[in-house]
T-cell receptor
Framework: DTAVSQTPKYLVTQMGNDKSIKCEQN?????MYWYKQDSKKFLKIMFS???????INETVPNRFSPKSPDKAHLNLHINSLELGDSAVYFC????????????FGDGTRLSIL | DQQVKQNSPSLSVQEGRISILNCDYT??????FLWYKKYPAEGPTFLIS?????DKNEDGRFTVFLNKSAKHLSLHIVPSQPGDSAVYFC???????????FGSGTKLNVKP
């Protein structure tokens, strides 16, 4: 059973399009995250939700909008895609509280043509 | 401004020997540190952690050492095995806040 699953695994699209990435976790965790891994391989946090409430919102263009319909799902919608959005996006989840390791999905590789 | 740095992009070690992966951080508010292991086309997998009240944590072949005064931590793998070949990420979080800052990773190659 996949603990944190994200779809699609690969996404190739053109500049200016709108796309969504979905994430689901079956670990019963209260907190979910979106990370972006850029070309320099750093994993940078974008958003975090706890029980459907936004708790971390890094300096991310407002073209990126996370949505959490319930605590098991955290989707990422991206409007007006730009070349610089090409990256691998990882979803993760953890129990609430501090000092909690995160469980990651396998990533979505987004390529903008 | 990267607050967590892994200055060695790659490391090659012979099977059976020790692998030492290093990580430096700049933020003195960091209180909790983790190592993740990542295989190609997969997400990072949690390996081992250490809180700032300790200077060493051991789990089987994996030991993490923390030197707070130097703002440095290291991961020791002994003995190294070919299956340990992966990218290892160091991450750190401030006190009481589950927000992690990641390094850029070190690719470990364990040669049979």
């Amino acid at each position: 059973d996949t603990a944190v699953s994200q779809t699609p695994k690969y996404l190739v699209t053109q500049m200016g399009n709108d796309k969504s990435i979905k994430c689901e976790q079956n670990l019963g965790h209260d907190t979910m995250y979106w990370y972006k891994q850029d070309s320099k391989k750093f994993l940078k946090i974008m958003f975090s939700y706890n029980n459907k409430e936004l708790i971390i919102n890094e300096t991310v263009p407002n073209r990126f909008s996370p949505k959490s319909p319930d605590k098991a799902h955290l989707n990422l919608h991206i409007n007006s895609l730009e070349l610089g959005d090409s990256a691998v996006y990882f979803c993760a989840s953890s129990p609430s509280g501090s000092n909690q390791p995160q469980h990651f999905g396998d990533g979505t590789r987004l390529s903008i043509l | 401004d990267q607050q967590v740095k892994q200055n060695s992009p790659s490391l090659s070690v012979q099977e059976g020997r020790i692998s030492i992966l290093n990580c430096d951080y700049t933020n003195s508010m960091f209180d909790y540190f983790l190592w993740y292991k990542k295989y190609p086309a997969e997400g990072p997998t949690f390996l081992i952690s250490i809180s700032s009240i300790k200077d060493k944590n051991e789990d089987g072949r994996f030991t993490v050492f923390l030197n707070k005064s130097a703002k440095h931590l290291s991961l020791h793998i002994v003995p190294s095995q070919p299956g340990d070949s992966a990218v290892y990420f160091c991450a750190a979080s401030p006190y009481n806040f589950n927000k992690f800052y990641f390094g850029s990773g070190t690719k470990l190659n364990v040669k049979p």
